[in-house]
């Protein structure tokens, strides 16, 4: 099965619904197809929808699970910082992309200002502020610890 070409034919029909750009994604598990998916920012207006971030979501609620291990991703496009980050936190070890992101930046999606943040070359501020004076929040670990403990 050509999973690469699941993940282009949904992006086609993502785009001509109005869901979002060229970007799709099929997630496999030992040789089945989990989910083949668009991105969906523009029908979710919600910027973290791209296609891996969708796949991976539907996948972990239709496999019961957020270790995705067993699993690997065919992306139309280089899967961006963010993407990364989820496909890292799920354990994904094998992603199968098309265009890169250097494709994507010349069609006006590029990811170039993250990669260069991350490592250090933006100088975006963004300001982070660590509060120490919140005692809700001083019990979270306990309160986890004891519940995973009561499990």
């Known amino acids: 099965m050509d999973y690469m070409k699941l993940a282009a034919d ?13 970007f799709g ?8 197809v989990i989910v083949s ?8 207006t919600d910027p973290s929808a791209h296609a891996e971030m969708v796949a991976i979501r539907e996948a972990c609620k239709k496999l019961g699970r957020i270790d995705l291990s067993d699993c690997e991703i065919y992306a139309t496009c280089e899967p961006c910082p963010m993407c ?5 936190w799920a354990g994904i070890p094998k992603v199968y992309y ?7 930046a010349k ?14 070359r933006n100088e975006t501020h963004v300001e982070m502020i660590q509060r120490n004076d919140c005692p809700a929040c001083d019990n979270l670990w306990q309160e986890f610890e ?3 403990v009561e499990k």
């Open 25 to 32: 994604a099929t997630l496999v598990k030992d040789g089945e």
């Open 84 to 88: 990364m980050g989820a496909i890292l």
């Open 98 to 104: 098309s265009n890169t992101r250097e494709d994507a």
């Open 37 to 44: 998916v668009s991105n969906t920012m523009m029908r979710d």
């Open 107 to 120: 069609h006006g999606f590029s990811d170039k200002h993250l990669r260069e943040y991350l490592d250090g």
């Open 10 to 22: 949904a992006t086609i029909d993502g785009m001509k619904k109005g869901f979002g750009g060229p």
């Open 146 to 148: 004891q519940l995973q």
